[in-house]
């Protein structure tokens, strides 16, 4: 490392260089095994003489924080015992700053850890990344970061690139009916960042912004940061609620094809609804269509996008459940009203999305790879599902009411009995015996019903069973009247 040391006026030289590099190591800047500046560099550096720098590195070497070899260098030593965090003196700098971001970032809080894995885990969101075609992908991807492919590697067109946006639109054509060209396809990292760009160009401050209670909460954080009132708008089973919508809503936010994170699908009657309410009062309706590719059953519903001849819907999808979150690609399909409000936000935002993974995806799309993939992961989903719903019908009957949904990545149950703690609880102790699922009180912001959310993108097909008989070990320990009370499937 090019440790940066600095030398003022021109007293106690071999100390400043010293005190320095003693402080690099034991705050951690230096870590045990990392070379140091070699003297005779370091004196160049700093315009002092060679004689200056070895005197503080004895010292260092003297008092056991570096070591020397000979002919390769000096080392911070292996074991160096750190101090505690000094104590501040007065007329000292703080290390901690002053500066303090908006009241609206101390509210908003961490993103959630995937990092750590459950036994069987049936969290919600994750796509199975053992059955995605990582070799075919690493070769498009290869392909694309050659020499060749790259050119002169300068910004690129910030809607994305042309032969994904066709094909994206072509794709949803066919598989959604969502009416589109490649004009209105903007590339973007994700539904998440498709929702900030939406809102950039769509909402001032104290806008109100309807969302659904319960609902995805991250893509309601982009609308709280930037200022906008966001309002909790109820679902019941036939979707969102459109009588219940704020007069002064300016935008509305929707999951009508999966509704996140009960799982019902928007009845037609209430799409109708929906889109003649923003209809008459020229409110922008967002539809995110974030797992629609994955249906079991029931006659598909169109996308309000399709439906819509107003021009008031903004059709956000994602490649995060047909492909692997990690990618960070999705897209929004819009009025041609917002193109260039919307291309220019891409821009302000990050110019554009990485462009080699773009070009990656036109060919996996365009070869047909998506759709047989999808197709693949329909079948093992659709098995997921099944055994899912079975056992919701039988074994966990006598605890949960499942919300019927023929889509997606998870299904969802409310509690019979039992309120928000004792679901905590059952999360709790599922935790403890591997299994590890989502209390639905996680997910709402608002008092409601409890209940579960299970997901089954992650877990595999063979470990659901098992998983779900160690669930129901925990409902019955927690929940009263379960077990020999007649079952209700
Ligand atoms: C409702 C909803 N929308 C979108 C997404 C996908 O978001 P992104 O494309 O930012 O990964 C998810 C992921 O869980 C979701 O639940």
């Not at 042309?162 to 903007?186: E, N, Y």
């Not at 679901?423 to 639905?440: I, P, S």
Request: glycine share 10%; aromatic share 6%.
């Amino acid at each position: 490392v090019d440790l940066h040391v600095r030398i003022d006026g021109r007293r106690d030289l071999s100390g400043q260089i010293y005190r320095q590099i003693r402080a690099a190591i034991l705050d951690g800047r230096l870590r045990p095994g990392e070379a140091i500046p070699p003297s005779r560099e370091l004196a160049v550096r700093l315009e002092v003489s060679r004689n200056t720098v070895s005197v503080a590195y004895d010292r260092l070497n003297a008092e056991g924080f570096v070591s020397g070899v000979v002919g390769a260098g000096t080392f911070v030593s292996g074991r160096i015992h750190r101090e505690p965090a000094a104590v501040r003196r007065p007329g000292e700098r703080s290390t901690d700053g002053r500066l303090r971001p908006r009241p609206v970032w101390d509210a908003i809080p961490e993103a959630p850890d995937f990092t750590a894995s459950a036994e069987f885990d049936f969290r919600l969101g994750l796509p199975d990344a053992r059955l995605f075609p990582h070799e075919t992908w690493r070769r498009l991807v290869a392909r694309e970061l050659r020499t060749a492919a790259i050119g002169p590697g300068k910004y690129a067109e910030p809607a994305g690139h042309g032969g994904l946006r066709t094909a994206i639109a072509r794709h949803i054509g066919v598989s959604r009916a969502v009416a589109a060209t490649q004009d209105d396809v903007l590339i973007t990292n994700g539904t998440q960042q498709a929702i900030d760009i939406i809102g950039r160009v769509l909402v001032e401050p104290g806008d109100c912004v309807a969302v659904e209670e319960p609902g995805y909460r991250p893509t309601r954080r982009v609308f709280e940061s930037l200022g906008a009132r966001v309002v909790g708008v109820p679902v019941d089973e036939e979707g969102l609620v459109v009588a219940a919508l704020p007069d002064d809503a300016r935008m509305v936010y929707v999951t009508p094809s999966h509704q996140f994170p009960l799982g019902m699908s928007m009845s037609m009657q209430r799409r109708m609804g929906l889109l003649a309410w923003a209809d008459q009062r020229g409110v922008v309706v967002v539809e995110d269509d974030y797992d629609s590719e994955f249906r079991y059953g029931g006659r598909p519903v169109e996308p309000l996008q399709s439906l819509d001849r107003d021009g008031l819907v903004v059709y956000v999808g994602s490649f995060s459940k047909v492909m692997l979150p990690i990618l960070r690609l999705g897209f929004l399909v819009a009025p041609a009203s917002l193109h260039r409000a919307l291309r220019v936000a891409k821009y302000v935002t990050d110019w554009h999305t990485t462009l080699p993974l773009q070009a990656a995806l036109a060919r996996f799309i365009e070869d047909g790879m998506l759709a047989r993939h999808i197709r693949r992961m329909r079948q093992e989903y659709f098995l997921r599902h099944s055994r899912i719903t079975a056992a919701l019908a039988g074994d966990l009957a006598d605890w949960l009411e499942p919300i019927p949904s023929a889509a997606g990545l998870h299904m969802a149950a409310f509690a019979r009995t039992g309120n928000a703690d004792d679901m905590r609880e059952v999360v709790r102790r599922a935790g403890a015996v591997g299994v590890g699922l989502h209390d639905l009180a996680m997910i709402r912001l608002a008092e409601g019903r409890s209940g579960l959310a299970i997901g089954y993108g992650a877990i595999a097909t063979e470990r659901i069973d098992e998983g779900l008989r160690r669930l129901r070990g925990c409902l019955a320990a927690v929940l009263p009247g379960g077990e020999g009370s007649p079952r209700r499937a």
